[in-house]
């Protein structure tokens, strides 16, 4: 008996699984990583079984510059790694570009825009239920920690690293809140749409990453600028009674954006003097991306706290380990995919599909305003979640292509 027969729809195993690695990102790697090794597995055997590469067809038909970029990009990296200064299992790194394989299987998986909202309800909903279980444990600690620490210096890091649980957060209230604005209701009522992001936003608040902080605000008046002025002057007035009432330790740290003398952009600033340095040196193919702390010491002492780790922004990490051929790979990756997204909403009749499309650009756009300061493209809970979001932009493609086949099909008879 075949494996998809009837009794055993592969397609939904496999979307079961990518679907606990999404829901399992921010509080069990472990689970997480197994899940996407299974359906990666998974899907192999379903491109075996069915010698299908429609997946692989509408990509380069459709999208075709996201797929030479990112193929060339990735190609780079490895190069960059085969050289690195420190090149000892610098090549088992690659495989955190697996989670691209998302952007193929996603396609020929989800059928529906029902199934899009239900999917993404589903991993709404786990992330709200590990915030309110945060959001618990904060204030039942809030007044012991007060005592040792001010309120802007204690942070929500009890799953995973205050910064990248931010970062998981905001990408999704950047794909989802579009469809608590819009004025169109979907399958899921706004009223359970709102109670399930607010424990994530608030959550997303005391993780205190400033980074994050700013994506948001900036993504949201973007936002609010060329698509909801109602919401731009709401969004406003609700960030200026917010300021008003928080604390002042709240109010130094958001203030602390824009000092170059504060510690943190302090030392961003002399890693990212450091990474200059280094690239130079490096020009082609760069570093690599292995053992940076080891690359980083034969250039500077590190001083402060996380130092020479990586260099805190994307542009500077991707500049520095694979030089000036995969930056420009890295950009125009990016080019391509805002390009396409747009187009595509621009083209868009469906109220869904723009709705959707609108949380993707969003979610694309902070992802890239909070990697100016982070190394969030080499995270690996963030990137999971931006490349699943991203995938359903390949996903609404098929949905309408396979629409229009059919409906095609129908004249025909």
């Known amino acids: 008996m075949r494996i998809y027969s009837k009794k055993i729809d592969l397609n939904n195993i ?9 829901a399992t990102i921010g509080f069990f790697m472990a689970l997480s990583s197994v899940s996407l090794a299974t359906w990666v597995v998974l899907w192999g055997y379903k491109l075996y079984r069915e010698k299908d590469a429609s997946s692989f067809r509408l990509l380069f038909k459709e999208y075709k510059y996201v ?3 990112i193929t060339a990009f990735v190609f780079i990296e490895l190069l960059s790694r085969i050289f690195a200064v420190f090149p000892d299992e610098a090549v088992v790194g690659i495989k955190r570009y697996l ?16 199934t899009i909202l239900k999917y993404l309800m589903i991993i709404l909903a786990v992330f709200s239920l590990l915030s309110c279980v945060e959001l618990y444990k904060f204030a039942i600690n809030l007044t012991a920690n007060l005592l040792t620490a001010s309120f802007a210096e204690i ?35 706004k009223k359970y749409l709102a109670i399930t992001l607010i424990p994530i936003i608030l959550s997303l608040f005391l993780t205190q990453s400033r980074n994050v902080y700013l994506a948001v605000f900036v993504s949201l008046v973007i936002y609010g600028v060329f698509r909801n002025w109602k919401f731009l002057v709401s969004f406003i007035l ?23 003398n504060h510690p943190s ?63 420009i790979f890295y950009l125009l990756f990016w080019i391509s995919l805002f390009y396409y997204s747009i187009r595509d909403f621009r083209n868009a009749t469906d109220e869904f599909d723009r709705t959707l499309l609108w949380g993707i650009i969003l979610s694309m756009i902070s992802f890239h305003i909070s990697g100016i300061f982070e190394w969030n493209f080499g995270d690996w809970e963030v990137a999971t979640l931006l490349f699943y979001f991203i995938s359903l932009v390949f996903v609404l493609k098929n949905i309408n292509l396979n629409k229009i086949k059919n409906d095609g099909q129908r004249q025909i008879l």
Request: a positive charge; hydrophobic letters at 45%.
């Open 67 to 69: 797929l030479i970029t």
């Open 265 to 327: 952009n302090k030392s961003r600033l002399v890693m990212w003097g450091v990474g200059v340095q280094v690239f130079k040196d490096h020009p082609v193919l760069g570093v690599g991306d292995n053992e940076i702390t080891k690359v980083y010491k034969l250039y500077k002492t590190p001083e402060f706290h996380g130092e020479g780790s990586h260099f805190h922004s994307n542009l500077v990490m991707i500049l520095v380990t694979t030089g000036i051929a995969g930056l």
């Open 14 to 22: 496999i979307a079961f699984f990518i679907i606990l690695q999404m």
């Open 155 to 189: 942070r929500i890091d009890y799953f995973t690293y205050p910064i990248t649980n931010g970062e998981m957060k905001m990408l999704l209230m950047m794909t989802t809140l579009p469809f608590l604005i819009t004025k169109k209701t979907y399958n899921v009522k």
């Open 99 to 114: 989670l691209l394989l998302v952007f193929f299987a996603n396609p020929g998986i989800i059928k529906s825009r029902e």
């Open 238 to 260: 609700f960030i200026s009674i917010v300021w008003v009432v928080s604390p002042v330790s709240v109010k130094e740290r958001t203030k602390s954006i824009f000092d170059a």
